[in-house]
Structure formats: C-alpha cells, structure tokens
C-alpha cells in the first residue's frame, strides 16, 4: 500500500461536511442509548459531548477527535465506531467527536481564528478549550485517555503514549493491530521525537513545555496513561478510519 502523494505541504485528500457526520454521530449515539449534551462556549459555539455508563462499569475512558480540522478520519472513525456499537459493557465512556467544527470547512489544522486548539491547554485563551476544560474539571479521573489525529506528512500510522507512572499499556498491541490495515510509521525519529516500531514515549515534565497539547493535560490533570493516534492522511481516507477503528478497538479491550 502507498501513499497518494496529494499532500504537498498541508493536507490536499478527502473531505468531510462536519456538520453532516456530527448530525450522523446524534443518530447513532442516540439510538444506543448515549446521553448526549453539548458544551457552551462563550463565542456562541457549541461543542458536542457524548456520555455512555456502561452495564457494569469499571473503566473510565476519554475519546476526542477533531481538534484540527484538516483531520477528517478521526470524526469519521467515531461515527463508525458508535454505529458499529461494540463497546465494552466495563467501560464508562465519555466521547468528544468534534473539538473544532469551525477549522473542518476551512480545511485547517487551526480554528476560524486562527488558533491550533492542540497548543492552548495551558493557556486557555480560546472559547473551545476554556468550555472543555471546565466540563472536564467536573468529571471524575479517567483510566486512560485516547485521542485520534492524523499527519499528514507520516508514511505511517504510529502513536505517543504519555504513561509518566510506567503503568502497563498497550501500545505494541495497538501498532500489530493496525499493521493488519495501514502501513506503519517505523522510522527511528518521527516529528522530531525518537521512535521505535511507531511508538514514541515524549517527555511529559511540564516545564518542558510552554504550550500544552491535549493528551499531555490529561496526564497532567485527569488520567495516568494517554495514547494520541496519529493516521498517515496521505493514505485514502477509508484507510486511515480502518487503523484508528483498530487501535480504539484495540485498546479498550
């Protein structure tokens, strides 16, 4: 399998109508019987949060997707994911499937402000982050966290996994998982970090950062362990939905 070769610079492949998949996601997570809310945010956006207990939780775990908008395959994985409807009755699970519906018609990694909402969890400064980290603040700490990107420059699908107490994980399984639907990213560098099968281990010491991505909040605020999954968005679509289906299957095992 090989990439497309569309993306010259940014990413050029296939788009999404997001209002349409999130209209999509309502239908599927309503008639399995999430709870769906949204989250208000002071610039007059809303952003869709989903809620399943779980017969017999023991689990909690965090989804989000779409927190760049030239990610497609993340909103759309959430979508097959909630019509396929195999969750694991012990997990508790709570769903964010779009953290950015204004980049999503401009097909940029940013906002319609121009702001990467991936960088602003430290800060806060924008509507969309202040609105999720406050409902956040409100939720018990979860056991694991699992956010679905893509890179539109990798030759393969890999993963980070922020695990600061060296709990047991699952990132090996995940890349053989994946390895059945997508090339995999083995490069020994990747994104600037070193890497190994796919896998990158990145410093989670705060002061080594000024601006905080999601997944290294969430390691810092509300979850042990956290995975961010990175499909090659130079690979067709249907593709990448399939390795990140695989690796959110994977990991809530």
Known sequence: ???????LGRYCGERIEI????????????????????????????????????????????????????????????????????????????????LNPTGFPLNTRENRDGVDLNRDFKNRSTSEIRALTVWLSDLPCFDMGIHLHEDWESVGFYLFELNPKDFAARSAQVIAEVAEVCPIDRSSEIEGFAATDGIIHPNVNPES?????????????????????????????????????????????
């Open 209 to 253: 950062r000024t601006d905080w991505p999601e997944a290294f909040f969430m390691v810092q605020e509300k979850t042990n362990i956290s995975y961010t999954l990175e499909g090659p968005s130079d690979f067709p679509l249907a593709v990448r939905v399939d390795a990140l289906c695989a690796a959110v299957n994977c990991l809530l095992v």
């Open 1 to 7: 399998m090989q990439p497309l070769r569309r993306n």
């Open 19 to 98: 209002d349409d998949v999130l209209q999509a996601v309502h239908v599927a997570a309503d008639s399995s019987g999430w709870k769906q809310s949204d989250l208000n945010c002071d610039n007059g956006l809303k952003l869709s949060v989903l809620h399943r207990k779980g017969r017999s939780p023991g689990r909690r775990i965090y989804i989000s997707t779409g927190i760049h908008g030239d990610e497609p395959a993340g909103p759309m994985s959430v979508l097959r994911l909630l019509q396929e409807n195999l969750w694991p009755e012990d997990c508790e699970i709570w769903l964010c499937p779009c």
